[in-house]
């Protein structure tokens, strides 16, 4: 059985990590919540996101994969909270504004989800050890997205600095 996702957020950000987690074929997203229906003010006025493009383009991709004319297999949501209580729900990936990351993650853990998150992971190092503790005491898995870290010539870099090719840092 496949590890079902819940999305939260889907604005900017959304438009490169809802692709990325739509491509994994051990894995399918079954929620989405933003309480944006649907606008144009995220990248520009030609750019559409939110709630409803969002579950469109959720279904729309499964219904391509799957070789049918319509799926419904995917739900959307104003709050995120009823995407929490879902117990079908395995995992939550939360691309919301930076100041709900803490609340949502440690809601997620309590609730028994696994989470990746966006960056910042955190405001403040009392929400950070507040989301690490809760993960911990529900035994859950956290992954925050820092987008360039893994990019290979950010690796490249990072191993010049450590190895002294570069000269000393300062």
């Known amino acids: 059985m496949k590890p079902t996702i819940g999305f939260i957020g889907l604005g900017n950000q959304s438009q490169i990590d809802l692709p ?18 649907s606008g144009n003010e995220y990248l520009g006025p030609e750019v559409v996101l939110g709630r409803e493009p969002g579950l469109r383009r959720v ?3 499964y219904a391509k994969k799957l070789g049918v004319e319509k799926y419904q297999g995917c739900r959307a949501y104003n709050d995120f909270r009823e995407v929490v209580a ?3 729900v395995d995992a939550l990936v939360i691309v919301a504004p930076d100041h709900w990351h803490a609340i949502m993650t440690v809601m997620a853990a309590e609730a028994g989800k696994d989470i990746y ?15 690490a503790e809760a993960v911990q005491r529900h035994k859950r898995i956290l992954q925050t997205g820092s987008m ?11 191993a010049l600095v450590r190895n002294g090719r570069i000269g000393q840092v300062k």
């Open 20 to 37: 990325v987690f739509l491509q994994q074929p051990d894995a399918q997203v079954v929620a989405v919540c933003d309480v944006n229906a």
């Open 59 to 61: 279904n729309e991709y």
């Open 86 to 88: 879902r117990t079908d």
């Open 117 to 131: 998150c966006e960056k910042p992971l955190s405001l403040t190092v009392a929400q950070g050890r507040r989301m």
């Open 148 to 158: 360039w870290r893994s990019d290979l010539a950010a690796r490249r870099a990072c």
